[in-house]
Each structure stands twice: as structure tokens, then as C-alpha cells.
């Protein structure tokens, strides 16, 4: 592959290329001493909603150095992708696996799991189908999170259709299941320790309604331990954006923090588009405002946290397009550094998309 160098959309098309989702550095598989590249292409943004005939998604592995292809291979069941991917060894006796899922808005998909040394010999025919989706598939990243404390990672993952899956990673048994009624499901997972017991939990934020009708978010907080939801609202309209997770007031129970879009209406019913951040604080129910509001939408942009100049406090740095009266646009944003007085006393653990390590692994 090397270098793609085109100057329309539609030569890539031609040649089989699509979106390129968040990457993952994997070992060093050609030798160079540098970590090379896992990840997903798929996607055809030019196909219409309901049309069947979609291009196949495809796993590549890549030289860092030098973009050369080492491996690849199609979904094995043939359909698109829109997934980013993530590589994890549940434990030291296991081999790396392979989570990526296929299907999309309208179509149905897979949650699939592969060795990464299949992947490495362009094949993921062996791959196992943990969950499936008749008529919605799988977008949003999972996480690796040990769930019942015995050392070894498990496996989280929600699919469109708003159903959250946990399997063991030993055996890739499952765990537990929990359906958010009423909710498709398009952005990425927060881990935490949301509530007083031992076991990390869940925090969604995802969309209200059946796609394309998506107004409202809807935030759950589920039980790590078996999946119930513990906590319940309807903040903010829609967005992709996924939470990120920080213990603000020392009590050994994490908070989220979350970007929220309103609207206000004026007296020529003319809608103005605002945005801003907040807090969560599970143990009390609270949510609180962090920093100013800003005009315009904060489509898919996760906060970043984490201590930006090493003085020994939180700094969140945020995104958001800058459009007061539009919100799919894309004519302008901003970029704020929100300087707080929340002392880091340890690393932050979950403080970006898919996490402070950007690799959906909650250690």
C-alpha cells in the first residue's frame, strides 16, 4: 500500500479503500524495533441507507515506518465496517485477540473475536461470532475490563441496537446482557469505579430514538458486576462524544465527565446552538457544570483529561464546532483548555477515547 495519494474521494473508492478508523499499535511484526499498525477500513459513505450491496471492511496490519501492508483480511462475513478496533491479551497465558464487529445503521452485523496470529497470516476465517444483530450492527469500540477479579481481562461491547454484551475473557463465555430500550448506540464506552464495590463499571452515553431520527442522548451507568442500570438521565441533545472518568472529590468513587448540546429558541422561533461540560457525581445524583458554555455543537469530540503541565492539577482539553446556528457543519471550531483546581494524585485511567492509553483497556 505505502502511501495513498488521490485528489477526489472517488479514486479510493475505485481501489477498494474507505475510512480508516482509530488504529491500535500492536508488536513489532517486520522487525524494524518499531511497533506496527492494526486497523479497520470499511465504510462506503456514497452507498444508500438500506442498500444491501456494500463493499466488505477489511483488517489491516501496517509497518509504522512505511505503511507497507503485512496483513490483511476481509470481515469474515462479508459485510461492511465502521470499527475501531482493539487488540488485548486477557491474561498471560492467553494469545492476543482480535475485536472488531461489522454492520452499521441499517443493516445487520457481527461482534467478532480473532487470534492475532490468524490476522498476521491474512485469515480471519476462524474468527468466532460472540453476538449478532439482525437489523443493526456493531460501531462503537468495546473495552477490555476485569470483571469478576481473577486477573483476567473480559470483554465489554454494546451493538447499535442499544444491547451491552459481557463475556469472560478466559473462555469468551458470557457474562451477563442488558438492553437499553429505546437507544441505538454509536459512541464508545466509559470505565470506572462508579459505586462503592470492588468491580469497575459502565458509563453510555448514546442516542435516544431509531436512526435517522436521533434528537436525545440518554446516560446509563450500568453495574459491572451483572449489568443492571444503577443510574438513569436524559441530558443533552445528540452527540457521539463518550465520557471520560476522574475522581473529583477523593471518595474513592468516580465521576464521569460528559460534553452536553442544547438548544435555545428565540422569539422568532430562530435555534441557537450552545454546548458545555459537565460532571456526573454517581454517589449523590448530581450533575454540575464545569467551565463556561460555548456557542455551537460538540458533535463527536471525547474530552481529553489529564495533567497537561504537570503542576499537579486536572486540565481537560475539549472540541467543539463553532457554528451557533448549525449543527452538522463543519466551517469552524474550537479548542479550550480548561485549567481546574482537581488535584491528580495518580495517573488518570480512563481520560480519553477508548482511554488514556487510546486502546479500550481498563487496567
Given amino acids: 500500500m505505502g502511501v495513498f495519494i488521490a485528489d477526489d474521494t472517488d479514486t479510493p473508492r475505485e481501489a477498494g479503500w474507505f475510512n480508516f478508523y482509530n488504529p491500535q499499535f500492536i508488536?513489532?511484526?517486520?522487525?524494524?524495533?518499531?511497533?506496527?499498525?492494526?486497523?479497520?477500513?470499511?465504510?462506503?459513505?456514497?452507498?444508500?441507507?438500506?442498500?444491501?450491496?456494500?463493499?466488505?471492511?477489511?483488517?489491516?496490519?501496517?509497518?509504522?515506518?512505511?505503511?507497507?501492508?503485512?496483513?490483511?483480511?476481509?470481515?469474515?462475513?462479508?459485510?461492511?465496517t465502521y470499527y475501531s478496533v482493539i487488540c488485548f491479551q486477557a491474561g498471560i497465558e492467553q494469545t492476543p485477540k482480535v475485536v472488531f464487529g461489522t454492520g452499521g445503521e441499517t443493516l445487520g452485523g457481527n461482534l467478532f473475536v480473532a487470534d492475532l496470529k490468524d490476522l498476521l497470516s491474512n485469515d480471519l476465517t476462524k474468527a468466532t461470532i460472540l453476538a449478532s444483530s439482525p437489523d443493526k450492527g456493531f460501531i462503537a469500540p468495546p473495552v477490555a475490563i476485569d470483571l469478576n477479579r481473577d486477573l483476567i481481562l473480559d470483554l465489554v461491547?454494546?451493538?447499535?441496537?442499544?444491547?451491552?454484551?459481557?463475556f469472560n475473557g478466559f473462555d469468551l463465555s458470557p457474562i451477563w446482557e442488558s438492553k437499553m430500550e429505546g437507544c441505538e448506540a454509536y459512541s464508545s464506552i466509559a470505565v470506572g469505579n462508579y459505586n462503592s464495590d470492588s468491580v469497575p463499571d459502565i458509563f453510555l452515553s448514546i442516542a435516544a430514538g431509531v436512526w435517522p431520527k436521533l434528537e436525545w442522548n440518554r446516560q446509563f451507568m450500568l453495574d459491572?458486576?451483572?449489568g443492571k442500570v444503577l443510574y438513569f438521565d436524559s441530558l443533552g441533545f445528540y452527540q457521539t462524544s463518550t465520557g471520560v472518568t476522574f475522581d473529583f472529590n477523593k471518595d474513592a468513587q468516580d465521576e464521569v465527565i460528559l460534553s452536553l448540546n442544547y438548544q435555545v429558541v428565540d422569539e422568532f422561533y430562530r435555534k441557537f446552538f450552545h454546548n458545555m461540560i459537565v460532571f456526573i457525581d454517581f454517589a449523590n445524583g448530581e450533575v454540575s457544570q464545569l467551565g463556561d458554555e460555548y456557542d455551537g455543537n460538540n458533535i463527536s469530540s471525547t474530552p481529553w483529561i489529564g495533567d497537561l503541565d504537570e503542576d499537579g492539577f486536572l486540565d481537560i482539553i475539549y472540541v467543539h464546532a463553532n457554528n451557533l446556528r448549525h449543527t452538522y457543519t463543519?466551517?469552524?471550531?474550537?479548542?479550550?483548555?480548561?485549567?481546574t483546581q482537581f488535584r491528580v494524585d495518580a495517573s488518570v485511567r480512563w481520560g480519553a477515547y477508548m482511554g488514556s492509553n487510546y486502546n479500550g483497556v481498563f487496567r
Avoid: C, W
Wanted: net charge negative; charged share 25%.
Fill in 27 to 80: 508488536g513489532d511484526i517486520d522487525g524494524d524495533s518499531l511497533p506496527d499498525i492494526l486497523v479497520a477500513n470499511g465504510g462506503d459513505v456514497k452507498a444508500e441507507p438500506y442498500d444491501p450491496n456494500r463493499p466488505a471492511g477489511r483488517l489491516l496490519v501496517l509497518s509504522s515506518a512505511t505503511g507497507k501492508i503485512l496483513a490483511q483480511a476481509m470481515m469474515p462475513d462479508g459485510k461492511e
Fill in 157 to 166: 461491547a454494546i451493538a447499535v441496537d442499544g444491547t451491552v454484551y459481557a
Fill in 224 to 226: 459491572g458486576l451483572d
Fill in 330 to 339: 463543519f466551517d469552524g471550531m474550537q479548542i479550550h483548555r480548561l485549567a
